[in-house]
């Protein structure tokens, strides 16, 4: 996964599907909130690539808060 408009535009798209989730959850629109968790997820992906971010190491981060 890579964005080619770089790290701002990355975040920036976490930023807006993060608020489309939001606002799909809150109108309790079950199948557009899926949708909208997908692409939250994506575009996580995509910036954690952009940052040189591990995807396991956030799963251990995780793991370790259940501790």
Known sequence: LTHRK???KSLEKVGEEAVEFILAAK???P???VSEAA??????LVAFQALGIDPADVL???AARRK
């Open 6 to 8: 770089g790290v701002d």
């Open 60 to 62: 251990d981060e995780l």
């Open 27 to 29: 109108n309790q629109v």
């Open 31 to 33: 199948e557009r909130t």
């Open 39 to 44: 692409d939250l997820l994506f575009h996580l």
